[in-house]
């Protein structure tokens, strides 16, 4: 049975086993310790917000969400900056899950402007996935990145 839940530190093993594989999933070294101290921090500091589904106490999946501001609305609005299902979990209706409490979670949120997120051109499964959910492709902007 699929349980979703808000994650907290008891739930850091699981957590950052699959952070790691998500990771991996973008061509980046395996590193839990580093993947650990990272979840621990945005936990402690209450700087993210990180859904889990669980499936007999076994971690399927996790949704990670930042808050940011916009400030043409004056508002908060949240970044959906993760989303991961492992290999097992999908096709289950995992990722749907925790994009339903994602959006539940913003729209609880009285202050809330929306949730906005990126995904690669190139991962086709996933845009069809949050298409089929209602959100909107952007097109009036264009995001510019300067990497360090």
């Not at 839990?32 to 402690?44: A, T």
């Not at 106490?57 to 991961?84: H, T």
């Not at 492992?86 to 749907?96: I, M, N």
């Not at 949120?109 to 959100?135: H, I, R, V």
């Amino acid at each position: 049975m699929l349980e979703i839940k808000r994650a907290t530190s008891d739930d850091l093993d699981q957590l950052t086993g699959c952070f790691n594989l998500y990771r991996g999933f973008y061509k980046q070294v395996s590193n839990e310790l580093k993947c650990r101290e990272f979840l621990s921090d945005r936990l402690v500091r209450n700087e993210s917000v990180i859904f889990i589904v669980n499936s007999d106490e076994v971690m399927a999946g996790f949704v990670q969400l930042y808050p940011c501001f916009s400030s043409i609305s004056l508002k908060r609005q949240w970044i959906l900056n993760d989303l991961f299902v492992k290999e097992k979990f999908r096709r289950l209706g995992v990722a749907k899950m925790l994009l339903k409490q994602a959006g539940k979670f913003g729209k609880a949120d009285l202050n809330c402007k929306g949730l906005t997120l990126k995904t690669g051109s190139y991962n086709f499964n996933a845009q069809k996935l949050y298409e089929s959910m209602n959100w909107l492709k952007e097109v009036d902007y264009i995001s510019y990145n300067l990497d360090e």
